[in-house]
């Protein structure tokens, strides 16, 4: 794989920034690849992990040589973050994100990009339900989509970019922000309100009862825990970041799940039975885009 970047920092050493500093540096994509992470422990353990090739102790020394700039930390703290490495930065680097939520990420961060400098907002489709550096892995994101808001980029620059991602396996699109927030919130987002919502609902039962859900979980509940399990700073910020578009798609999901109530109360199966049917081809279709697992 030829090398896209010279130097590159990393802010944020979790799930997603590990991954892609193993990534980065497996596929040979940049000469050195610089790490921080708010967290002193965090910083520790990436070291005696490896990842990338220098581990920082100050957010100013890790950005000073980059040309690229990948800020992986929750999207309540890009804001934070941006204005902290701001005025350590190589004229004419390029600053992306991997936050979950992008209209926000843009207000938050751009008031803050040195004007010799280029931000162009990302979110790879990409993640588990663990967290930290130790999650990280390679290939991450081969074959999953990474969604790119070039707004008003110099072209060169968001072409340099992708090549960057697509080195790491990504399948890269362009898109608003606007509608990136939508189509997240119906299939991240939401899905993942609803499983913190079934466990929740199952840790509240008295004990008996709880005892022999987790002992029985073996059908669709054990799939709804492994969702419920992600990380709780990130998720906060994600719907409190994302409120609008999310709180759309809720309205929705609410109006159809009371039509299924009344399909179940009124034993009408035909209802029920032509949903099911039509959602069961979904998930056809996702398996043939190769985005089932
Ligand atoms: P993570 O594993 O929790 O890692 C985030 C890291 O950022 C943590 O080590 C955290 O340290 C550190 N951090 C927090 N605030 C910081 C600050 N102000 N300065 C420096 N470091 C700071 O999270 P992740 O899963 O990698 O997610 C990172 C970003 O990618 C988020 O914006 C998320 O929305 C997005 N994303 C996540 C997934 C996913 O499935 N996980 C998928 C796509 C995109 P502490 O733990 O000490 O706070």
Redesign the pocket.
């Known amino acids: 794989m030829t090398q896209i970047y010279n130097d590159i920092a990393i802010?944020?050493?979790?799930?997603?920034?590990a991954s892609a500093a193993i990534s980065a540096k497996h596929n040979k994509l940049g000469g050195q690849i610089h790490c921080?992470?708010?967290?002193a422990q965090?910083r520790e353990e990436a070291k005696s992990l490896r990842i990338g090739d220098v581990i920082h102790d100050d957010?100013a020394s890790a950005v000073a040589s980059a040309d690229l700039v990948i800020l992986?930390?929750?999207?309540g703290?890009m804001q934070?973050?941006m204005a902290d490495i701001a005025p350590h930065l190589k004229s004419g680097c390029v600053i992306t994100?991997?936050?979950?939520t992008k209209t926000s990420v843009i207000r938050d961060v751009k008031p803050s990009v040195p004007e010799n400098c280029t931000f162009i907002a990302g979110?790879?489709?990409?993640?588990?339900e663990f967290?930290?550096p130790a999650?990280g892995f390679a290939s991450l994101f081969d074959g999953r989509y990474w969604l790119l808001v070039p707004d008003d980029a110099p072209r060169a620059k968001t072409d340099q970019l992708s090549d960057f991602l697509a080195g790491m396996g990504a399948l890269v699109e362009e898109m608003e922000a606007e509608y990136h927030d939508k189509i997240v919130a119906i299939t991240s987002h939401l899905p993942h309100l609803i499983a913190y919502t079934i466990v929740g609902t199952a840790v509240d039962l008295e004990s008996d009862l709880k005892e022999d859900v987790i002992r029985f979980s073996a059908s669709g509940f054990r799939d709804f825990t492994r969702i419920a399990a992600?990380?709780p700073?990130?998720w906060r910020?994600?719907f409190l970041n994302n409120d609008k578009a999310v709180l759309e798609m809720l309205q929705r999901f609410n109006e159809d799940l009371s039509y299924l109530q009344r399909a179940i109360r009124w034993h009408e199966g035909d209802k029920l039975f032509d949903l099911f049917t039509r959602t069961r081809s979904i998930r056809k279709s996702i398996i043939e885009a190769g985005q089932d697992n």
Do not use: E, F, Q, R
């Open positions: 802010i944020g050493i979790g799930l997603i920034g921080y992470d708010g967290s965090v957010i992986a930390v929750p999207v703290a934070a973050v994100d991997t936050g979950s979110h790879p489709l990409a993640g588990t967290s930290g999650a992600s990380d700073t990130m910020d994600v």
